[in-house]
């Protein structure tokens, strides 16, 4: 106090100001801005990427199933128009008429046939079918069959080569052990394996070797015949088990 009345002209300077509490308050908000915008931005980021390196646990990796290619179905050209094709109908090609020769008429069948075995009939004259034979093995038709099987089979065919079908074919004769008295008769056409027109007898005999013994023979739906008779001459080869006869018209 002395020294300041002896020295009158020094005045005293106040001492350093204290920080502000307010300027603290605003640094510490600015900082808590610039984190929440900092973490804002993290978090903004791994909703955007999962996956991002930034995620310190990151879900697991989908597996995803591929999904079939769509089937689209190939649209017909506009000018495009179905066309309907008609099965051939199969008709019954009526048989040309035909005359028989003085020598065999019908009124002298009768005597005829009395003088043939019971197992044979009159060889008709001037037939409208003619007749083939080749020899098989069953199962080139019938995979079904096997060695132990003999069959007589074929089928009937007009003058252009079309399937007649609904006459009459019978076998007659007789086999080792089995005799067609009477004969028996088929249908043509009732065993397709062979053709639309085909046929089949089976004796239910092992193959057997005889010579021509028996026959097949083609008639009408009247029961006129229209092929001679064909013997068969049969054999015990597996390879000839079965006897096609092919009936043709002239």
């Not at 995620?55 to 000018?79: K, M, R, S, Y």
């Not at 019954?92 to 019971?118: G, V």
């Not at 080569?161 to 056409?189: A, E």
């Amino acid at each position: 106090m002395d020294n300041n009345l002896d020295n009158p002209g020094r005045s005293q300077e106040p001492g350093p100001k204290s920080s502000s509490p307010d300027t603290i308050w605003n640094a510490m908000t600015i900082v808590m801005l610039l984190g929440t915008l900092c973490l804002d931005g993290y978090f903004t980021s791994l909703l955007m990427n999962p996956y991002s390196f930034l995620n310190p646990l990151p879900p697991n990796t989908p597996t995803f199933t591929p999904i079939p290619p769509t089937w689209t179905p190939i649209g017909l050209p506009a000018t495009w128009t179905p066309t309907l094709t008609v099965e051939p109908t199969m008709t019954n090609t009526p048989r040309p008429t035909y005359t028989l020769e003085p020598s065999a008429t019908i009124f002298t069948l009768a005597t005829a046939t009395s003088l043939l075995p019971p197992s044979k009939t009159a060889k008709p004259t001037g037939v409208p079918y003619a007749s083939t034979i080749n020899y098989y093995d069953s199962t080139t038709f019938r995979p079904d069959t096997s060695c132990n099987v003999m069959l007589v089979a074929g089928q009937t065919l007009d003058g252009g080569n079309n399937p007649v079908t609904g006459l009459i074919v019978k076998m007659g004769g007789s086999l080792p052990g089995k005799v067609f008295n009477p004969p028996s008769l088929v249908l043509t056409g009732t065993s397709t394996a062979y053709g639309p027109s085909g046929f089949e007898f089976n004796p239910g005999l092992a193959p057997v070797a005889t010579n021509k013994s028996v026959w097949v023979q083609l008639f009408d739906q009247s029961g006129s015949p229209i092929s001679t008779q064909v013997f068969l001459t049969t054999y015990t080869d597996c390879k000839k088990n079965l006897i096609f006869v092919r009936f043709q018209q002239k």
